[in-house]
């Protein structure tokens, strides 16, 4: 039976909260990405199209535009229909079970009731040959120069299971969140708000903004820390706080805001509010664009060959040092 515009308030919210979105959304045709995924933020694809959703199914936003909202206005979005339409179709859906997504999180040792800058403080600094330093230079190809310059400036923390927490700061200084990143886990941290990660110079006037930590660092690495530069990772979102950041570095004086964001229309939808910035405060604007899809994969395909020529001089040592047979 249809639901009709006469439904009444209490139907439509009985709707709302037994209809989650992903179930709107696999019905659609899109899959789970699990990579790109969290527990908390599961990310949806249909080709080009993505759909993030939040609240426990009860939420959802388009990262590429600016369109969000509950169950109805996701069919709204998707369909193109009006709210009456709407409620028939998220009517049809009572008692679909979307598929569930597997999900690797490792458990926090931390006590729910620390604050964030007290969880930040609690984990230790990498040190040389530690788990997260592994990761960082075995998994990542970072040289470990880098890792030691943005330990030295307090960016990174190891995490569980050898992942790296990466700091986001506010303009204080004040660790605000992080991100967090490991062979088998990806997410920012419960409670944090994302502002920016920064690494490189505060006296900085050239500000290379990324999508991820991991990418801000190894731009770094590739340009071998340019001492001019402000390395910058929104942690692939576009908050109202990282914004705020954003537009006050950009009205620094003599100012180059470089929208360093991923190859991809996502990356280039990102570079295009960041050259909106730019314009409106008169600053500098240049789109930085990687190779590959991001720039850790570029800092791995430059490394490689260097690794490959290392690895063939080291075995070629020991035959030549070999003593003559006489």
């Keep these: 039976m249809g639901a ?7 139907d439509v919210e009985e709707l709302r909260s037994g209809v989650s979105c992903a179930a709107v959304l696999e019905r659609a045709g899109f899959a789970v ?5 969290t527990k908390r933020a599961v990310k949806f694809r249909r080709g080009d ?4 959703v939040i609240h426990d199914g009860k939420g959802w936003f388009d990262p590429l535009s600016d369109a969000k909202g509950d169950v109805f206005r996701l069919v709204e979005h998707l369909e193109g229909v009006p709210f009456v339409a709407a409620l028939d179709h998220v009517a049809d859906l009572i008692g679909f079970v979307p598929s569930e997504p597997i999900w690797t999180k490792v458990p926090s040792r931390n006590r729910p009731d620390l604050s964030i800058p007290e969880r930040w403080q609690s984990r230790r600094k990498p040190w040389r040959g530690s788990m997260t330093w592994r990761y960082l230079r075995d998994e990542r190809r970072l040289p470990e120069t880098v890792i030691g ?3 030295r400036q307090d960016r990174l923390r190891e995490g569980p299971r050898g992942s790296m927490w990466a700091a986001h700061t506010d303009e204080t200084g004040a660790v605000t969140g992080w991100e967090e990143r490991g062979p088998n886990w990806r997410g ?13 110079r505060d006296d900085a006037v050239r500000f290379c903004v990324t999508e991820a930590a991991i990418d801000a660092v190894s731009l770094a690495a590739i340009e071998q820390l340019q001492p001019d530069s402000l390395y910058l990772s929104t942690g692939g979102g576009w908050a109202p706080a990282t914004v705020a950041a954003i537009r006050r570095l950009a009205a620094q004086s003599g100012a180059l805001l470089v929208a360093a964001t991923d190859n991809n229309d996502q990356g280039d ?5 960041l050259e909106q910035i730019a314009v409106e405060a008169g600053c500098g604007f240049e789109r930085l664009r990687p190779a590959a899809d991001d720039w850790n994969e570029d800092l791995r395909a430059a490394r490689e060959p260097e690794e490959v020529r290392r690895g063939e001089r080291k075995a070629r040592l020991p035959h030549a040092r070999q003593p003559r047979q006489g």
């Design 4 to 10: 009709g515009s006469g439904m009444e308030k209490s």
């Design 188 to 200: 920012f941290a419960t409670g944090g708000g994302k502002v920016l990660f920064r690494f490189g």
């Design 269 to 273: 939808i990102y570079a295009g509010r």
């Design 49 to 52: 199209e993505i759909i993030i």
């Design 149 to 151: 310059a943005a330990i």
């Design 33 to 37: 990405d699990p990579k790109e995924s």
